[in-house]
């Protein structure tokens, strides 16, 4: 059974830095492309930084140079380090996997960012 548990939310202020993980059983995280999204109250769900199992990294323009995606094998986790992190960063944190023509996400954890 494949299961996903984000971690590491927080508030934090702004200006501030935060990581959050996302630790994987059921599957294998290097043979997978993963993202990470998030959802403001009243907004749609946005991609926020990929990987792909080969390791290549993309970025939306909204948090480049600030956040950095990458994954640790050995502990099957993919993590989100954000820096600078502003106001508008709020929001629930998901991660997503895709495996096999199948997207498999967290329940997401809880980023609240203040001014």
């Known amino acids: 059974q494949v299961q996903l548990v984000e971690s590491g939310g927080g508030l934090v202020q702004a200006g501030g830095s935060l990581r959050v993980s996302c630790a994987a059983s059921?599957?294998?995280?290097?043979?997978?492309?993963m993202g990470w999204y998030r959802q403001a109250p009243g907004r749609q769900r946005e991609l926020v930084a990929g990987i792909t199992r080969g390791g290549s990294t993309d970025y939306a323009d909204f948090v480049k140079g600030r956040f950095t995606i990458y994954r640790d094998n050995a502990k099957n986790t993919v993590y989100l380090q954000m820096s600078s992190l502003k106001p508008e960063d709020t929001a629930v944190y998901y991660c997503?996997?895709?495996?096999?023509?199948?997207?498999?996400w967290g329940k997401g954890t809880l980023v609240t960012v203040s001014s």
């Open positions: 997503k996997v895709h495996l096999y023509g199948m997207d498999f």
């Open positions: 059921g599957l294998i995280l290097s043979l997978a492309d």
